[in-house]
């Protein structure tokens, strides 16, 4: 069985949690293996509707082990409000560990995300979700960070703590708010423990008997290529890379054995946040967009900048991920428009680029557009490729040209059931 990696080929938002949900059915493992509770990745099935955060999107399956991995960052209050109210709606949640690997977000955390966010100038915010990943990655990566084996292990997390807290607390009065206590800090590691403790596991050797028995595994990616920590528009990026790559470092599976990578992505663009997004549309039909995709973050509920399908992006995706298959959702969204642009490639000082450039030429990029026929009608309830009019079997096999990726499933509506499974998935 190959290990399947399922990522965000655009800006965030694809419908990752929509894909893994309906993928899992059948996975023996699906590992989340980057980002923390910025995600939101909404999952509609028979429990409900949920926006998940930090838990893996195979959660739904009770025999399915779900893995939050050792490439995220976990915030334990977040784990345990997500898993109450996944059990009061009756989804069974002992299937689920967290690495000892994993890096803790802190209380600091988000308060230093809040506040090196309300420093930046306009223009030049990142617009985070304030959920404390940047500054938790950046400890990670500074060796100032504490991981989810620590709250294991009082005596050293007291000793790690005592060591951090002071450099936490200059920066603090930096910003001129109070300082953080070690023994405070140590009362809330412990009722995390308490919370939590009995989930955190070292991952590897579940995982390595998981794939050594040819299990299928998943591997679930939080937002997409575009705000990727290397490839994405750097500044305005996330603190993880949400790339294929990074699911062998992240999962811990040799990047050899991630076989199958697909990329979900929609049959239009989203953005939350700043930086530039040059499929944007911010005309009336934008608008439309918005209002008939009900584009509005999961996790922060802001308004998503809409706009239409990006060729540029998308081979950028394809290439860094190597896909080997697409999933192409909301394509009933479409469903609505006469006629629907595609940004085939960008101009920058007169000339036709088909590769994103440095972020500060991308800012100034002008969209080439093409323009295909829409369909006006209803493909909700279709459920095999035959079933979707002419018009958008030929813009979805437009994309999948151009993205050079054959597509594996077509989405059409929220609901697990409502996705078209090409013939030789
Ligand atoms: P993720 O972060 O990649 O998991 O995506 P989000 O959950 O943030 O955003 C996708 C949104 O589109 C969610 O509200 C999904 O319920 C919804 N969705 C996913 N696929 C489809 C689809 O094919 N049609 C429609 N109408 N909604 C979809
Ligand atoms: P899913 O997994 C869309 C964006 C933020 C901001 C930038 C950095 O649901 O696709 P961060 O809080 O990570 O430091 O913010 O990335 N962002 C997302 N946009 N979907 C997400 O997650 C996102 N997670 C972060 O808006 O621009
Ligand atoms: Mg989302």
Not at 140 to 158: C, E, Q, S, W, Y
Not at 165 to 187: S, Y
Not at 288 to 305: K, M, N, S
Request: glycine content about 10%; hydrophobic content about 40%.
């Amino acid at each position: 069985m190959p290990v399947r990696a399922v990522v965000g080929a655009q800006w965030g938002d694809e419908g990752k949690g929509r894909i893994v949900d309906y993928m899992a059915q059948k996975a023996d493992v699906v590992i989340r293996f980057q980002g923390g509770d910025n995600a939101g990745h909404t999952v509609v099935n028979s429990y409900g509707k949920f926006a998940l955060h930090i838990l893996p999107s195979g959660i739904f399956n009770p025999d399915t082990l779900c893995i939050i991995g050792t490439g995220t960052v976990v915030n334990p209050d977040q784990l345990e409000k997500e898993l109450s109210e996944l059990e009061a709606a009756g989804v069974t949640t002992d299937n689920l560990v967290v690495s000892d690997r994993a890096h803790v977000v802190m209380p600091y955390h988000p308060r230093l995300d809040g506040l090196e966010e309300a420093n930046r100038k306009d223009g030049a915010k990142i617009g985070t979700t304030k959920r404390g990943i940047g500054p938790t990655y950046a400890d990670k990566a500074a060796r100032f960070g504490l991981r989810m084996g620590d709250l294991l292990r009082p005596d050293h997390l007291h000793q790690r703590l005592k060591s951090v807290v002071p450099k936490k607390n200059r920066t603090l009065r930096d910003f001129g708010v109070p300082p953080v206590d070690v023994d405070e800090l140590m009362a809330t590691a412990e009722r995390w423990r308490k919370a939590v403790g009995h989930r955190i596991v070292d991952v590897l050797p579940a995982t390595r008997a998981a794939v050594r028995a040819d299990k299928e595994v998943l591997l679930e990616g939080q937002l997409g290529v575009m705000r990727d920590l290397d490839w994405g528009i750097y500044p305005y990026v996330t603190s993880s890379n949400p790339t294929a790559a990074a699911a062998a470092v992240g999962a811990g599976i040799p990047a050899a054995l991630i076989t199958d990578v697909v990329g979900v992505v929609k049959c239009y663009s989203t953005a939350v946040g700043g930086g530039p997004f040059p499929p944007e549309d911010l005309s009336p039909l934008g608008d439309r967009l918005r209002d008939i995709g009900q584009e509005y973050g999961a996790t922060t509920g802001r308004p998503r900048r809409c706009g239409w399908f990006d060729a540029v992006s998308m081979r950028h995706a394809s290439w860094l991920n190597g896909f080997t298959a697409l999933a192409i959702t909301k394509v009933d969204i479409l469903d609505h428009f006469e006629e629907l642009p595609v940004c085939r490639g960008y101009r920058l000082d007169g000339k036709e680029l088909d590769a994103i450039p440095y972020t500060t030429d991308l800012e100034r990029v002008e969209p080439v557009w093409e323009r295909h026929p829409g369909w006006l009608s209803d493909t909700r309830d279709a459920r095999a490729w035959a079933d979707l009019p002419d018009n958008a079997r030929a813009y979805l096999s437009h994309l999948s040209r151009l993205a050079e990726t054959p597509i594996r499933f077509v989405s059409v509506g929220p609901e697990r059931d409502q996705l078209i499974t090409m013939s030789d998935a």
